[in-house]
Every structure is written in C-alpha cells, then in structure tokens.
C-alpha cells in the first residue's frame, strides 16, 4: 500500500521568510496530492491539491510543486505570517476508482513575529 | 454552506465501555469517511462510504469497532469494548462525490481511562 513521509517534522521560521514542507510517497500509481493545514483542536482545512498532470499550483503566498519522477512533492509558502502556525499535514492517492487519502505525519510550523 | 457536524466534541470512558460518535456530512455529499488521528500522527482511514454502502473498510478493526450510514446522511461509529489504544481524535469528512476534495469535521477527541 502506499506510505508518505513529510520532513521536517517541526519547522521554525521568522515572520517573513519562506518555509518548505516536503513529502514523498512510495505508490507510482498516486496521482492526487492535496495539503491541509490543522490549527490545534481544529479540524484539518484543505490549503491547496494538485494532480499529477501539472508540475506547479499557486494560491497567492502558496505553491505546491510535484516531481512524478522521484516521486516527490513539496509545499511552498512564502511571506510568512504568524497565523501561518499550525500543523500541516500532506497526502497522497490514486486518483481512479475511490479515493483513499494516505497522510503524512505532519510538520508544526512556527512562525515568530 | 454548513460543514461537517460532529458529536460529541470529547469523550472520556472507562476501557471496554462502549462509545458512539455520530456525523452529519454536508448537505449532498454522497462520500463519507471516518478518520482516527491520533496524538502526533496523521489522520487514519478507517472506512469510507458511497451512499449508504461501504467502499472500503480494510483498515476499520472489525472485532470492536464498527459503523453504519442509513439513509446515506447521517453516520455512526461505535466502538464496543474501548481499549486504551483507541484513545484518539475521531475525524468525519465528506465530499461531493469520488475524486472530490474531502471537507472534516472538528471530530471527537475520545480519552480511555
């Protein structure tokens, strides 16, 4: 089945810079990969997805980016903001018959004003 | 639109009680999925229906935990008897339809004493 892994597990950045999430999966046939961010006693938001027909998605101070080929896919965000700290979790799943979200185990992100 | 309601928000029982949660997805939404995350790892599937049929449950511990969605709305969860392993957050997402992005509820944080 598959497996995803996220690196790093925590992630502490200054209000401002940029912070990277990355995760790979195990499963060649996976082919949607969405991200979602989970405030503490919140529930998990979807931020952004992307499918495996695009290399690159943005969202204002978000991108997700995708290597197929390695089997890799990161998360980008930029101009970080303090409300940006939360816990953000990847996924990964076949995109054909029903999906199965496969989770990462998550990054807590600080951002210190 | 209204989210994905779920009760109770928390639960504290003694091991091998028995404990029900109850999820009301979003109006229209034909897929439905129940989640364990626990403490410090990504959310679980631990079954997923399409309607008011069950598309996978590989993962759902059959012997004490099991789930029902009449009517295709409304679902249950129920786990008879609680181990302390089960102590966890239990999740419910629903989406329009496969291969849709999946919306959670705030789930129910379950404490085994």
């Known amino acids: 089945g598959e497996n995803v892994e996220q690196h790093p597990s925590t992630l502490s950045v200054q209000e401002g810079d940029s912070a990277v999430i990355k995760c790979t999966y195990s499963?060649?046939?996976?082919?949607?990969f969405p991200w979602y961010k989970q405030e503490l006693g919140k529930r998990p938001q979807l931020i952004i997805d992307?499918?495996?027909?695009?290399g690159e998605k943005k969202d204002q101070r978000i991108a997700v980016t995708l290597n197929k080929t390695a089997k890799h896919f990161s998360l980008h965000i930029t101009e970080t903001q303090p409300e940006d700290s939360a816990v953000y979790f990847c996924?990964?799943?076949?995109?054909?018959?029903?999906?199965?979200?496969?989770f990462g185990t998550g990054t807590r992100l600080l951002v210190s004003p | 639109e209204a989210g994905v309601a779920q009760s109770p928000r928390y639960k504290i029982i003694e091991k091998r009680q028995s404990v029900a949660f109850w999820c009301n997805p979003i109006?229209?939404?034909?897929?439905l999925y129940w989640y364990q995350q626990i403490l410090g790892q990504g959310p679980k599937l631990l079954i997923q229906?399409?309607?008011?049929?069950?598309?996978?449950d590989s993962q759902l511990p059959k012997d004490r935990f099991s789930a029902e969605r009449l009517k295709g709305v409304d679902s249950t969860l129920k786990i008879q008897p609680a181990k302390l392993e089960d102590s966890a957050v239990y999740l419910c997402?629903?989406?329009?339809?496969?291969?849709?992005?999946?919306?959670f509820g705030d789930g129910t944080r379950l404490s085994i004493l």
């Open positions: 109006s229209g939404h034909a897929t």
């Open positions: 229906f399409q309607n008011n049929g069950v598309v996978d």
């Open positions: 499963d060649s046939a996976s082919n949607y």
């Open positions: 996924a990964a799943s076949r995109d054909t018959g029903f999906q199965k979200l496969v």
């Open positions: 992307i499918r495996s027909n695009v």
């Open positions: 997402a629903s989406s329009p339809g496969d291969r849709q992005p999946q919306h």
